[in-house]
């Protein structure tokens, strides 16, 4: 069992900020990745950014210089701070993780719940 609990999301003004995070919990080894995804109505759900055990990350170029990823391992939490927020960054956000099982298996198809982000202009 792998379950990914998020919290944070909301309503915000444009130009606010607002901080995601995503929790891990189950019979796993370690995590090998996380990452964070976000679907707009009517669009297809997108990359927003992903954190490797080295500690590299990858952001979706919409995003970048406003976001930031952050994973406190011991944890197996991972964090999105969100800044200077738009209209556009209005979605349905996801975490997602990599796990690795005690017997060398890895699945990376678990997600968190959802949570709502709606910027207000």
């Known amino acids: 069992q792998v379950q990914l609990v998020e919290s944070g999301g909301g309503l915000v003004q444009a130009g606010g900020s607002l901080r995601l995070s995503c929790a891990a919990s189950g019979s796993f080894f370690s995590i090998n990745g996380m990452g964070w995804y976000r679907q707009a109505p009517g669009k297809q759900r997108e990359l927003v950014a992903v954190i490797i055990g080295s500690g590299s990350t990858t952001y979706t170029d919409s995003v970048k210089g406003r976001f930031t990823i952050s994973r406190d391992n011991a944890e197996n939490t991972v964090y999105l701070q969100m800044n200077s927020l738009k209209p556009e960054d209005t979605a349905v956000y996801y975490c997602?993780?990599?796990?690795?099982?005690?017997?060398?298996?890895?699945?990376?198809?678990?997600w968190g719940q959802g949570t709502q982000i709606t910027v207000s202009s």
């Open positions: 997602n993780a990599d796990v690795k099982f005690s017997n060398g298996w890895s699945r990376a198809a678990y």
